[in-house]
């Protein structure tokens, strides 16, 4: 099942980065794609026994960042924004952002505070993310914090 709002990117794949549970990654080369609905279906080199694909249940295909769909400006992939400095404009230190909760409204970032959760509203009006520092500028709004 995609996890990419580009499954236009499967068109041309020739190969993909898969990541098993346990974190190890190895390349796969890529015979054939075809959609089947809101799912894919891939023929991959080398792979060609149910047994052996078996032994890639729950693995995830993940693409290098150098390989990333652009996006637009003011937008940001999850593992941009993951690990980011939480600060708010006067420079008090807030937290690092461990996790991104997707919500129907908007998305909520999840900021481990000292051993506590902070949960931060990704609005555009109340946070400033700024990549090149490696950190998410929050304006201090009375009851957030």
Same mark, same amino acid.
């Given at each position: 099942? *995609?996890?990419? #709002?580009?499954?236009?990117?499967?068109? #041309?794949?020739? =190969?993909?980065?898969?990541?098993?549970? #346990?974190?190890?990654?190895?390349?796969? +080369?890529?015979?054939?794609? %075809?959609?089947? =609905?809101?799912?894919?279906?891939?023929?991959?080199?080398?792979?060609?026994?149910?047994? @052996?694909?078996?032994? /890639?249940?729950?693995?995830? /295909?993940?693409?290098?960042?150098?390989?990333?769909?652009?996006?637009?400006? +003011?937008?940001? $992939?999850?593992?941009?924004?993951?690990?980011? !400095?939480?600060? @708010?404009?006067? +420079? !008090?230190?807030?937290?690092?952002?461990?996790?991104?909760? *997707?919500?129907?409204?908007?998305?909520? $970032?999840?900021? #481990?505070?000292? +051993?506590? !959760?902070?949960? /931060?509203?990704?609005?555009?009006?109340?946070? %400033?993310?700024?990549?090149? !520092?490696?950190?998410?500028?929050?304006?201090?709004?009375?009851? /957030?914090?």
């Amino acid at each position: 099942m *995609p996890l990419t #709002d580009f499954v236009e990117r499967f068109e #041309d794949l020739d =190969g993909v980065l898969l990541e098993r549970p #346990d974190g190890s990654r190895n390349r796969l +080369g890529v015979e054939n794609i %075809r959609a089947y =609905g809101n799912r894919m279906a891939i023929k991959f080199d080398g792979i060609e026994t149910p047994e @052996t694909v078996a032994e /890639l249940r729950g693995s995830l /295909l993940v693409v290098r960042r150098e390989e990333v769909h652009p996006l637009p400006e +003011g937008f940001h $992939y999850v593992f941009e924004i993951v690990g980011l !400095e939480v600060e @708010t404009e006067a +420079g !008090e230190r807030i937290g690092r952002v461990v996790d991104v909760l *997707p919500m129907p409204a908007n998305d909520v $970032y999840v900021v #481990d505070r000292d +051993g506590k !959760e902070v949960l /931060l509203p990704a609005i555009q009006d109340l946070i %400033r993310i700024d990549k090149s !520092e490696g950190r998410l500028v929050i304006r201090d709004m009375e009851g /957030l914090l």
